[in-house]
């Protein structure tokens, strides 16, 4: 586990950079997002999503009211928001996390059943603070692990 404190957007969006440019080729198949409302987690998709290949032909948007939004991104970007479906996973996220071909983006995530979790993740919390944004960071599994020791070495504000 690992914490970063993100002092203002331009780090956010370093941050979503940083993740587009290792996610591919990780072998993490699923990006959780945690957080209140206004913590970031669409925003950091947002970069996530227009720094890969493809990204700029993306129109991201918060997945709120059709749960699911698909990006043409180099890997395919499925983009999820359960905040509404606590009660239940539509098959479009199931069938998401099961293609090993598309990274998974899920805000909410609280609400996926762990049972439905590929083997690789990578879990991110994030915590709006004052002037700020903690952002609290699990790996599951062997490639989201490196990910994250990466992540670390290379990011010297962590305390992982």
């Known amino acids: 586990m690992a914490g970063i404190v993100l002092r203002n957007l331009e780090e956010t969006r370093r941050m979503g950079r940083w993740l587009a440019a290792h996610l591919?080729?990780?072998?993490?198949r699923a990006l959780l997002l945690r957080g209140?409302?206004?913590s970031g987690k669409t925003t950091l998709t947002s970069?996530?999503?227009?720094?890969?290949?493809?990204?700029?032909?993306?129109?991201v948007a918060s997945p709120s009211f059709t749960l699911c939004n698909h990006y043409p991104t180099t890997p395919p970007i499925l983009h999820?928001?359960?905040y509404r479906s606590p009660g239940g996973l539509p098959d479009e996220?199931?069938?998401g996390l099961e293609n090993p071909a598309i990274l998974t983006v899920v805000e909410w995530a609280e609400?996926?059943?762990?049972?439905d979790?590929?083997?690789e993740i990578l879990d991110i919390s994030l915590q709006a603070c004052e002037e700020s944004r903690l952002i609290t960071l699990q790996a599951?599994?062997?490639?989201a692990t490196a990910l994250l020791q990466s992540l670390c070495a290379q990011w010297p504000e962590s305390d992982g």
């Open 24 to 28: 591919p080729g990780s072998g993490v």
């Open 36 to 38: 209140p409302l206004g």
């Open 47 to 59: 970069v996530l999503v227009q720094a890969l290949p493809g990204g700029d032909e993306a129109e």
């Open 80 to 82: 999820c928001d359960l």
């Open 93 to 95: 996220i199931l069938d």
């Open 111 to 115: 609400y996926l059943p762990p049972a």
């Open 117 to 119: 979790l590929p083997e």
């Open 140 to 143: 599951r599994g062997p490639g």
